[in-house]
């Protein structure tokens, strides 16, 4: 069995126990303006296990399946490991900083670790086919640079209740981890990017 696959085992199981425990849950979830002390700071990690609802774990864990299987293979399973939960942790780190003193506001889903996982992904294969709701194909390339923009938009609007800084933080994160992990050190992503396949 694959880390990815044991991941999406222990989110889907402490998610549905976490829909119907709201004590569970309040002790998961990123909540900024409990975080006053370093024994609160477990929930930086914790609430990447928890989510809203079963559409909301279902987006995200057949997102992570999809790209998640890919990158372990190339990545390995104790480097993934480290990816997409330092993927979780930076990717709420900023809401941490906004939100600190807003009493109401909490935060939870893995869509900063995927969001990581997600572009650690595109790094791999830029020129590689992304379909959009099963129908739009794009270049994921093409994708990667639509997402970031749409997501800087939402974010720096701050709108609504998803939490896009996670989004884009948690993308950026993942090609900073690319950029370390690999080798190369960046070139091999540019000469992918200068020798498009649009098949």
């Given at each position: 069995?694959?880390?990815?696959?044991?991941?999406?085992?222990?989110?889907?199981?402490?998610?549905?126990?976490?829909?119907?425990?709201?004590?569970?849950?309040?002790?998961?979830?990123?909540?900024p303006a409990r975080m006053h002390s370093p024994e609160q700071y477990y929930r930086f990690l914790t609430s990447?296990?928890?989510?809203?609802?079963?559409?909301?774990?279902?987006?995200?864990?057949?997102?992570?399946?999809?790209?998640?299987?890919?990158?372990?293979?190339?990545?390995?399973?104790?480097?993934?490991?480290?990816?997409?939960?330092?993927?979780?942790?930076?990717?709420?780190?900023?809401?941490?900083?906004?939100k600190r003193h807003v009493p109401g506001y909490a935060s939870l889903g893995a869509s900063g670790g995927v969001?990581?996982?997600?572009?650690?992904?595109?790094y791999l294969n830029p020129w590689q086919q992304i379909g959009l709701f099963f129908i739009i194909q794009l270049?994921?390339?093409?994708?990667?640079?639509?997402?970031?923009?749409?997501?800087?938009?939402?974010?720096?609007?701050?709108?609504?209740?998803?939490?896009?800084?996670?989004?884009?933080?948690?993308?950026?994160?993942?090609?900073?981890?690319?950029?370390?992990?690999?080798?190369?050190?960046?070139?091999?992503?540019?000469?992918?990017?200068?020798?498009?396949?649009?098949?």
């Amino acid at each position: 069995m694959t880390v990815t696959l044991i991941f999406i085992i222990i989110t889907v199981v402490i998610s549905v126990m976490a829909f119907t425990n709201e004590r569970l849950l309040n002790n998961l979830l990123l909540w900024p303006a409990r975080m006053h002390s370093p024994e609160q700071y477990y929930r930086f990690l914790t609430s990447g296990f928890v989510h809203v609802d079963y559409m909301h774990l279902a987006f995200n864990m057949i997102t992570f399946y999809f790209f998640g299987e890919l990158l372990e293979q190339y990545i390995g399973p104790e480097r993934f490991v480290i990816v997409y939960l330092s993927g979780i942790i930076v990717a709420g780190i900023p809401s941490y900083f906004k939100k600190r003193h807003v009493p109401g506001y909490a935060s939870l889903g893995a869509s900063g670790g995927v969001a990581a996982i997600l572009f650690a992904t595109i790094y791999l294969n830029p020129w590689q086919q992304i379909g959009l709701f099963f129908i739009i194909q794009l270049p994921s390339i093409v994708f990667a640079v639509i997402y970031l923009a749409y997501t800087a938009y939402l974010a720096r609007k701050g709108s609504g209740v998803v939490n896009h800084d996670a989004h884009l933080w948690g993308s950026l994160y993942g090609l900073l981890c690319m950029l370390v992990i690999d080798p190369s050190h960046g070139q091999y992503f540019l000469q992918q990017l200068m020798h498009p396949r649009w098949g």
